[in-house]
């Protein structure tokens, strides 16, 4: 039997692990893979802000699932403590006696091995087996494996293939920057999201697609022209874009539920309704859709704020609070008397086009018989009072 041991932080694991993994399999021969999350590096700290071992187990199960050969093992994890190579192929010779073992390293641990605790032990137990993660380090890889042989008497395999496309290193800076999609499993990047490992922020494209499996079709026009009218208006007022957006994008995702369904969100997410809200799935979707949005997404304060008063309005609105309403009110589809004037006021003095925009919906309410929501009547007169923006 042959057995790969490939072990690392996976912080966070990419589509470049599972290519290193593949190829291991497929180049030695491999019977078995153990992918082998570190519990703590021996050698360095994890980098702040990094997810908890837990979590890094879950996202690296969801980058090898369903590869030929391969088990992602909580071997190191829960051993707990800092993760030695040594006492893990110490293990994995006692549970495959008569197994060939390889162990799978990139550049920088092989030229590093000496500094490893017994690394004369480690090489009594396994085969070491190495991979370039690009070009420019071939060289270096070439003169450390002849480095390694002459100190340890070890021969060195050495994996060939198209340099990986990312590292970690790199993807945890690209991730705040709402990119790096393309190097990570749909599900890991969903999860990094929803938990906003990394100071991640959803990548726009990635968030739009996900949210119109809560949307029926009739509403997706809605949805893309309050974002872009949330983004107009952010440009003009001097906010995030991109967090508006944001916004946009997500404040409706529970529109489509009816009063029951809504009422049922509520009890799962604990929210507090009164006796106007629990009548009006119009009003309710703001407040179960911020929550769901938290929920499956991670979003923060201001936009979670913001699609909790995208209905009503509130005392002492924030920017984008304010931003979302009239975004909501006037983007592209709207036809209602008066909008073509409101649009032209939001962008002049957003203040006056909100208190404008407050007082219409009141009157459309009355008219129709709808008791408006006593916050509305608040947000217009902490408005006029130049409270919040």
Same mark, same amino acid.
């Given at each position: %039997? ?14 470049? @692990?599972?290519? *290193? +993994? ?10 078995? !893979? ?8 021996? @050698? ?14 879950? =996202?690296?199960? =969801? ?13 190191? *994890? ?10 893990? /192929? ?5 549970? $495959? ?11 920088? %641990? ?46 060195? $395999? %050495? #994996? ?5 496309? /990312?590292?970690?290193?790199? #993807? ?22 929803? @938990? ?25 026009? $809605? ?25 946009? *994008? ?8 009816? /009063?029951?369904?809504? !009422? ?8 507090? &309704? ?13 407040? &179960?859709?911020?929550? #769901? ?9 201001? /936009? ?8 009503? +309005? ?8 304010? *931003?979302?309403? %009239? ?5 592209? &589809? ?15 003095? !957003?203040?006056?086009? !909100?208190?404008?925009?407050?007082? =219409? ?14 916050? &509305? ?7 006029? $009072?130049?409270?919040?923006?």
């Amino acid at each position: %039997m042959t057995i790969g041991i490939f072990g690392g932080t996976f912080n966070p694991p990419h589509l470049g @692990h599972r290519l *290193i +993994g593949e190829r291991a399999v497929q180049s030695l021969g491999l019977d078995q !893979l153990y992918v082998i999350p570190s519990a703590l590096p021996p @050698h360095k700290d994890l980098p702040a802000g990094a997810p908890p071992e837990r979590d890094r187990l879950r =996202m690296t199960e =969801m980058t090898f699932e369903g590869a030929a050969k391969t088990i992602v093992s909580p071997l190191e *994890i829960e051993r707990g403590g800092r993760s030695y190579t040594v006492d893990t /192929v110490r293990e994995l010779a006692r549970r $495959h006696p008569g197994a060939e073992r390889f162990l799978i390293l990139g550049t920088d %641990m092989l030229l590093s091995f000496d500094t490893w605790q017994e690394p004369e032990e480690i090489l009594k137990h396994v085969r070491p087996v190495v991979f370039a993660r690009d070009e420019g380090e071939e060289a270096v890889l070439k003169e450390g494996v002849r480095c390694f042989q002459e100190r340890f008497g070890a021969q060195v $395999h %050495m #994996l060939t293939g198209a340099p990986l496309p /990312v590292s970690s290193t790199e #993807l945890r800076a690209l991730l705040p920057e709402r990119t790096g999609t393309a190097y990570l499993n749909d599900g890991v990047y969903g999860y990094i999201i929803q @938990h906003r490992f990394y100071s991640a922020e959803p990548d726009l494209g990635w968030l739009r697609e996900k949210s119109c499996a809560y949307h029926d079709a009739k509403r997706i026009p $809605h949805v893309k022209g309050c974002e872009e009218e949330a983004a107009r208006l952010a440009a003009r007022w001097g906010f995030d874009e991109a967090l508006a957006r944001e916004a946009g *994008i997500l404040h409706d995702i529970t529109k489509k539920n009816d /009063v029951e369904e809504q !009422l049922i969100l509520c009890k799962k997410y604990d929210i507090i &309704t009164d006796d106007i809200e629990k009548n009006s799935y119009k009003l309710l979707h703001a407040k &179960t859709g911020a929550a #769901l949005a938290r929920d499956l997404f991670g979003i923060g304060d201001a /936009v979670y704020n913001a699609i909790l008063w995208h209905t009503t +309005g509130r005392p002492n609105m924030s920017l984008l609070d304010g *931003i979302l309403y %009239m975004a909501d009110y006037i983007e592209p &589809t709207r036809e209602f008397d008066g909008v073509v004037e409101l649009r032209a006021l939001a962008y002049s003095d !957003l203040r006056a086009a !909100l208190i404008l925009g407050l007082k =219409m919906s009141i009157d459309d309410l009355e008219a129709s018989g709808d008791t408006p929501h006593p916050r &509305t009547v608040a947000a217009i007169d902490s408005l006029v $009072h130049c409270e919040g923006l």
